[in-house]
């Protein structure tokens, strides 16, 4: 069974900057892709960011490139989401997600995903 726990979320001004941290257990960690999706209040949930299965791949929604990186160490199994610049429009519940299959090509994003509990990320203007 996979298991994912987010840390790192809480409340930060405008300009600054958080780290996200997602654990997963349960399977092989490097062989599937991770990624972050957010949601907020009243607002579907959308991708943010995801990483590969190799880690030779990133992918990002406009809204936050040259602001977000993700980034993963298989040794740790855990994927990061490193927040900068945070903008009052970032706030969310952020969650980390897993891909069900391995060895996903690198250009098609998963459609399947095991999700975290989600934390929540606040900016204030």
């Known amino acids: 069974q996979v298991q994912l726990v987010e840390s790192g979320g809480g409340l930060v001004q405008t300009g600054g900057s958080l780290t996200l941290s997602c654990v997963a257990s349960?399977?092989?960690?490097?062989?599937?892709?991770m990624g972050w999706f957010r949601q907020a209040p009243g607002k579907a949930r959308e991708f943010v960011a995801r990483?590969?299965?190799?880690?030779?791949?990133?992918y990002y929604t406009d809204s936050v490139k040259g602001r977000f990186t993700i980034s993963r160490d298989n040794a740790k199994n855990t994927v990061y989401l490193q927040m900068n610049s945070l903008k009052p429009e970032d706030t969310s519940v952020y969650y980390c997600a897993a891909d069900k299959s391995p060895y996903s090509p690198a250009l098609v994003r998963p459609s399947n995903w095991y999700w975290g509990q989600g934390t929540q990320v606040t900016v204030s203007s």
């Open positions: 990483i590969t299965w190799s880690g030779s791949g990133t």
């Open positions: 349960g399977r092989t960690f490097s062989n599937y892709g």
